[in-house]
């Protein structure tokens, strides 16, 4: 496919083009993913250096008690693993009586964390370096510090304001009782004691040793519900991906508890729209893709949750070709409609990607959800816990209310596309229900409209919120918005300052023998490579 030449968009960046590729959103992360590359690891060895790293470089996202998603391309097959967590068993909805939503901070919002598991699976299965190599770096980074990179820093003081309070983070995420400004050290001791004992004994300190022992002494000493026995039985599961064609292309992505099939969806009901006649900043291309997009959002809203949970709405229902040409067929090509839910069965995160010269490629997600997560930091330890129950809803009956040993609705997804002649594109764009939106505008822009990787990066973006009301990035052409509103789009234009508005991308596109990357700068990170 011949790539479009000529970025429209300001952007400080140029797409990277190398045999060997690391991208994430923080460089000493990616320069962490080039390092094992360039000792002779793979791909899978570098995205995991990466993803290790990161909770102790951009901790406002991710922590060593996150949950984590992957999709990767071996050189023969591809690959899903789910490696989210489950609710403690103690958990009955009863506990949550009286809520018209769950806990967003606190250690009620926590479930089990995945992200720990995930490296060691991953590891295990498609590494080629030994497992404690690939902590080398953020061992040292923790260890010695490393500078506070501008935008993390904004987002850890807008974390520390409304966190400080939370049991164990002031201890270790504000040193000198504030949150580290841009360029000054931070450095966590406990944090590299803990990836010590991760690396040492390949995670079993931490589902069945002694950072197990300390999360459940901590939850006691708050009334918390997880145990030490709930971390021991977590367990991954090799869920292979969903996808949905769109021309020559197919985007994958993981089945639910996540909400990647919502950009399945969405793109499936743009079949036969017309769409890639349109030109990829014009009103009428944002109308269709918003307007498919909300449908999705409505549906998934309603029905997805963990697969064991989904009896009556399965995704094979959610992805029916006739479902999803019946709500194609909702859409008003002249003006926005507040939709309803659908009948498919009558009766917020750090993203990476990494690929190397024998064709292995590697979309990597992992998240504490909503920035630092449940503000939780388990003293002694660096260990910041997810809020991923916020997720569940707490509605009697719906597929997603909580329950004991329930994995929530996510929002974290990686994502690939697959070409004709094989792997096309590792991917990922972080940002809560940013994410599948922004998934289906990568996938459009790359694989429709011929982008390359850092031009739709760079590209201005639209978010569906609720009903009509739509927010469009400010750098959008003026005359688009201006046609969106006359069409009935109730339109805020935002700025993406140092938060998670419109997500932050990582792209590797391959491209005959050779890779090219883009990085969001909306982020801190870049793409390297060699």
């Known amino acids: 496919m ?3 030449i000529g970025n429209p968009y300001a952007s400080r960046r140029s797409p990277v083009m190398a045999r060997q590729m690391v991208s994430t959103s923080q460089p000493l992360a990616t320069a962490a993913g080039l390092e094992m590359l360039r000792r002779g690891g793979n791909a899978i060895d570098a995205a995991l250096a990466a993803a290790i790293t990161l909770p102790v470089v951009e901790p406002t996202g991710n922590g060593l008690g996150s949950d984590a998603f992957c999709i990767l391309w071996d050189g023969a097959s591809l690959h899903g693993l789910n490696a989210s967590g489950r609710s403690p068993a103690s958990w009955a909805p009863e506990r949550f009586a009286g809520l018209d939503v769950m806990p967003r901070r606190g250690f009620d919002s926590v479930t089990v964390p995945g992200a720990v598991s995930a490296w060691v699976d991953l590891s295990s299965r498609f590494g080629r370096l030994p497992f ?7 061992v040292r980074y923790a260890e010695e510090g490393y500078p506070v990179s501008p935008i993390i820093a904004e987002q850890w003081r807008r974390g520390a ?8 983070y002031a201890q270790t995420f504000m040193p000198d009782g504030r949150a580290p400004r841009a360029g000054e050290i931070f450095r966590s001791a406990e944090m590299a004691r803990t990836l010590r004992l991760i690396a040492e004994s390949r995670g079993e300190a931490f589902y069945r040793g002694e950072l197990a022992e300390r999360i459940e002494a901590f939850a006691t000493e708050h009334d918390a519900a997880i145990t030490a026995a709930d971390m021991a039985a977590h367990a991954n599961d090799w869920c292979g991906t969903i996808e949905q064609s769109f021309g020559d292309a197919a985007l994958h992505e993981i089945p639910p508890n996540g909400q990647g099939i919502a950009a399945l969806m969405a793109l499936g009901m743009l079949k036969g729209s017309g769409i890639e006649d349109l030109a990829p900043d014009s009103a009428e291309a944002l109308h269709l893709q918003i307007e498919a997009m909300k449908l999705a959002f409505m549906d998934i809203y309603a029905f997805v949750a963990d697969q064991l949970s989904m009896d009556e709405v399965t995704a094979s229902h959610l992805l029916d070709p006739a479902y999803l040409a019946s709500r194609t067929r909702l859409i008003d090509r002249t003006r926005a409609l507040d939709h309803p839910v659908g009948a498919p069965r009558d009766g917020g995160t750090v993203c990476l990607a990494a690929a190397d010269a024998d064709g292995m490629m590697v979309s990597f997600i992992q998240s504490n ?5 449940s503000g939780v930091v388990v003293p002694g330890t660096g260990i910041s816990l997810q809020n991923r129950a916020f997720g569940f809803s707490t509605r009697a009956g719906h ?7 329930k994995r929530p609705f996510h929002t974290i997804i990686p994502g690939f596309v697959m070409g004709a002649d094989g792997p096309s594109m590792a991917f990922g764009l972080m940002g809560g229900p940013m994410q599948a939106q922004g998934h289906l505008q990568m996938m459009l822009r790359t694989h429709v409209w011929g982008q390359d990787p850092q031009m739709a990066a760079d590209a201005p973006r639209w978010r569906v919120i609720a009903g009509l009301d739509v927010a469009i990035e400010a750098t959008m052409q003026p005359q688009t918005v201006s046609k969106l ?3 009935g789009h109730r339109v805020t234009m935002e700025p993406d300052t140092a938060g998670f508005g419109f997500g932050g991308a990582q792209l590797i596109r391959k491209i005959g023998d050779v890779y090219i990357a883009g990085s969001d700068p909306r982020k801190d990170g870049m793409a390297v490579g060699f």
Request: proline letters at 12%; zero cysteines; glycine letters at 16%.
């Open 161 to 168: 304001e409304e966190l400080h309070s939370q049991p164990g």
């Open 369 to 373: 959800y909503a920035g630092f997560g």
């Open 399 to 405: 597929p997603n209310q909580v329950g004991p040993g």
């Open 2 to 4: 011949q790539l479009e």
């Open 132 to 138: 404690e190599e690939l902590f080398e770096p953020a």
């Open 485 to 487: 509103a006359d069409m």
